[in-house]
């Protein structure tokens, strides 16, 4: 609800709500929450929902998604790019997604699109703070932890099981080239050209660089879910994965490309900020192995995809970056643009001079998270 009335936001949704969902009369809004960590491209409210069906009473625990626009980490960010990948996904076994209420593309209700969907069972493992130091994960026996890990990694492959030319066909960028791996690349292109905004980002600019000398010459095309890490994964009791959500990165291309974001992120959570790696999670090794096993084949070229995962995220914090600066909560001639662990390990990579992460980064991290929480 940010940057909206409470009591306006509720009786526009009520209204909404009167009128989308069937069956459904005497509606009223019994309880409103903005969760932490709503995420960045869009913002989550939950609402909990009396009314009867039927003659009789019901209660409904729905989620609302919100687009924010006006600094979109992502290019052409569109709610109804994941809102079609979920629809496409119900019902698919072993990939459990949210029950779709509506789409509203209407900005005139609350000042830019969003969906309803039904709120799903589970708990995500947070980010905030950093789940190998305290939170439910931590808690667990160490056999418990390996098997939070590889439900998600088994979980991610039967996403890329699901044919994509069985209802995913949305998926392909017409003109960018042949669905899979050359439209993925070329949507990077231009993600990193838009970016940039004709800035020089010459760590940046020589991985995608790289990327495109360097690119496997055969790929599989998979249905890709885009951010497949355990803060986007609802786990049950019993651990077993009760939901996929947050599918705005979906698209196509190999399986890879998911398996390196998910080992790139386990990397940064513990190498990344010097914190030891929980007890009990699989090795990169026995994560791969996992993969190969419930996907059915070898996992080829991972370097390469590990790559493109740095550099997919290096993008997100030139867009991170700007974003704070639209908000006024840094100065553009911060060096955090071009001084942040995720150019320092493009750098590495390519034996480039390795940009020093200093005081600008931590307050670029300090700004984010600040943000995050209002």
């Known amino acids: 609800m940010r940057g909206l009335d409470r009591d306006g936001f509720v009786s526009t949704i009520e209204r909404w709500l009167l009128a989308v969902l069937e069956n459904c009369a005497d509606l009223s809004i019994e309880q409103v929450a903005v969760p932490d960590g709503g995420g960045y ?60 209420v509506a789409l509203e593309r209407d900005r005139s209700l609350l000042g830019a699109p969003f969906y309803v969907m039904e709120r799903m069972p589970g708990r995500t493992v947070p980010q905030r703070p950093n789940y190998n130091l305290s939170g439910w994960l931590a808690d667990l026996a160490p056999h418990d932890r390996a098997r939070v890990w590889r439900n998600n990694v088994e979980a991610i492959a039967r996403v890329h099981n699901v044919n994509w030319r069985d209802g995913f066909e949305f998926l392909s960028r017409d003109g960018q080239g042949a669905p899979g791996l050359d439209q993925y690349l070329r949507h990077v292109e231009d993600w990193h050209r838009w970016a940039a905004a004709g800035r020089e980002l010459p760590v940046l600019d020589a991985a995608v660089d790289w990327l495109r000398r360097n690119r496997p010459a055969d790929s599989p095309v998979s249905v890709l879910w885009g951010d497949p890490i355990p803060a986007n994964t609802l786990f049950a009791e019993n651990l077993d994965v009760a939901g996929l959500i947050d599918w705005e990165m979906a698209a196509l291309g190999p399986g890879e490309i998911d398996l390196a974001w998910f080992l790139m992120f386990d990397d940064f959570f513990s190498v990344g900020m010097n914190v030891p790696r929980l007890s009990g999670l699989p090795a990169r090794e026995e994560i791969i192995a996992i993969y190969e096993a419930e996907a059915g084949h070898p996992v080829r070229e991972l370097d390469y995809y590990e790559m493109l995962a740095i550099t997919r995220l290096a993008i997100i914090m030139v867009r991170g970056f700007d974003r704070q600066v639209g908000l006024g909560n840094i100065t553009s001639r911060s060096k955090a643009l071009t001084h942040n662990p995720t150019m320092a390990m493009l750098a590495h990579r390519l034996g480039l001079p390795v940009p020093e992460v200093g005081a600008d980064f931590a307050e670029l991290v300090a700004a984010a998270g600040k943000q995050e929480r209002k």
Do not use: H, Y
């Open 41 to 100: 491209s869009a913002e989550t409210t939950l609402i909990d929902v009396r009314c009867v069906e039927d003659g009789k009473p019901r209660r409904r625990e729905l989620v609302l998604r919100r687009q924010i626009e006006g600094s979109d980490l992502f290019l052409n960010s569109d709610l109804g790019w994941q809102w079609n990948v979920m629809k496409a996904m119900a019902g698919r076994d072993g990939v459990p997604v949210p029950v779709l």
